[in-house]
């Protein structure tokens, strides 16, 4: 049984909150899970003490028996000290093409004639 530690949607249409889970991979997104260790509230500000919630002693011995985190508690359990922070790349595919850096130059070079003049 492969077991995962992630985010089960609860809350309205537009105000989710979320319980983070230990989970078996098959089970449905909001359906059956194992033990619940945690909460999460992206509706609060990111700097609010009850964003999130969550109990690591028994994060830790889930991932000690093989569990795995999704993308999002990764983040949450790397923040609390409990994994290594997943190493992201900015691709290059986030920079703008080259007619979009062409307008960017000439919008710059317009901006810039009046000032002088």
């Known amino acids: 049984m ?3 530690i ?19 991979s098959r089970s449905p997104r909001d359906g059956r899970f194992i033990e619940k260790i945690g ?3 992206p509706l609060l500000p990111k700097d609010h003490a009850d964003r999130i919630k969550l109990d ?7 991932l000690k028996k093989g569990a795995t985190a ?3 508690v ?8 409990l994994v290594k922070p997943l190493a992201k790349n900015n691709p290059e ?6 007619k979009a850096q062409e307008r960017a130059a000439a919008n710059a070079k317009a901006a810039e004639a009046p000032a002088e003049g």
């Open 2 to 4: 492969s077991l995962k």
């Open 6 to 24: 992630r985010l089960a949607r609860g809350g309205t249409k537009k105000r989710p909150h979320y319980a983070i889970v230990i989970a078996d």
């Open 39 to 41: 909460f999460y509230n």
């Open 56 to 62: 690591t002693a028994k994060a830790g011995e889930w």
């Open 70 to 72: 999704s993308d999002r």
């Open 74 to 81: 990764h983040r949450f359990l790397a923040n609390a000290g």
């Open 93 to 98: 595919k986030a920079k703008p093409k080259k």
